[in-house]
T-cell receptor, first 113, second 117 residues
Framework: KAGVTQTPRYLIKTRGQQVTLSCSPI?????VSWYQQTPGQGLQFLFE???????NKGNFPGRFSGRQFSNSRSEMNVSTLELGDSALYLC????????????FGPGTRLTVT | AQSVSQHNHHVILSEAASLELGCNYS??????LFWYVQYPGQHLQLLLK??????LVKGIKGFEAEFIKSKFSFNLRKPSVQWSDTAEYFC???????????????FGKGTHLIIQP
């Protein structure tokens, strides 16, 4: 069974731009969560989607948004990029809601210049 | 909101040494507990998990962890480490699905483990 895939793997953007990252979960998994990983803050929860609805959201500004499609694929969007948004963005999928273990993708490395 | 504390940020051991990485969490209710590992250049992988039952859980690659409820701890152990265990280790918690208000996995800051040959 294929794992979680994320595209693109690397991205360089400038301040003020917006970016869209994509995540394809493991086949059959319906829950997708997004995390931001930085050296200073570590791994922080962004949001979770299940059945095309955002179920939970972490403590991030409204510039961070996402959506989930009927095939469970998910995208996250960051608008008006700031230097501090430079991070590894990880997507994780699970069969159902958070009570099951999550399987992580390789991440998208976003650099904001 | 729950929080996770990993006491050791950097650990250096020699091969065959025993390993114990500390993890404490703060949360007033029942939690699910996890250890994830991130090998150099690879993505996060689940090492082991605890949902309920026997507090001593065994994971992949000879790792085990013990849940001590009274101490809010979930320490990771391995009797004899190998050079290939060099990686970043993350402890994580989340409460069982309670139907709303959940915060996803809460991770500790990680422990960078280096095994010297």
């Amino acid at each position: 069974k294929a794992g979680v895939t994320q595209t693109p793997r690397y991205l360089i953007k400038t301040r003020g731009q917006q970016v869209t990252l994509s995540c394809s979960p493991i086949s059959g998994h319906r829950s997708v969560s997004w995390y931001q990983q930085t050296p200073g803050q570590g791994l922080q929860f962004l949001f979770e989607y299940f059945s095309e609805t955002q179920r939970n959201k972490g403590n991030f500004p409204g510039r961070f948004s996402g959506r989930q499609f009927s095939n469970s694929r998910s995208e996250m969007n960051v608008s008006t990029l700031e230097l501090g948004d430079s991070a590894l963005y990880l997507c994780a999928s699970s069969l159902a809601r958070r009570s099951y273990e999550q399987y992580f993708g390789p991440g998208t490395r976003l650099t904001v210049t | 909101a729950q929080s996770v504390s990993q006491h050791n940020h950097h650990v250096i051991l020699s091969e065959a040494a025993s390993l114990e990485l500390g993890c404490n969490y703060s949360y007033g209710g029942t939690v699910n507990l996890f250890w994830y590992v991130q090998y150099p250049g690879q993505h996060l992988q689940l090492l082991l998990k605890y949902f309920s039952g026997d507090p001593l859980v065994k994971g992949i690659k000879g790792f085990e962890a013990e849940f001590i409820k009274s101490k809010f701890s979930f320490n990771l152990r391995k009797p004899s480490v190998q050079w290939s265990d060099t990686a970043e280790y993350f402890c994580a918690v989340n409460p069982p699905d309670s139907g709303g208000g959940a915060d996803g996995l809460t991770f500790g800051k990680g422990t960078h483990l280096i095994i010297q040959p």
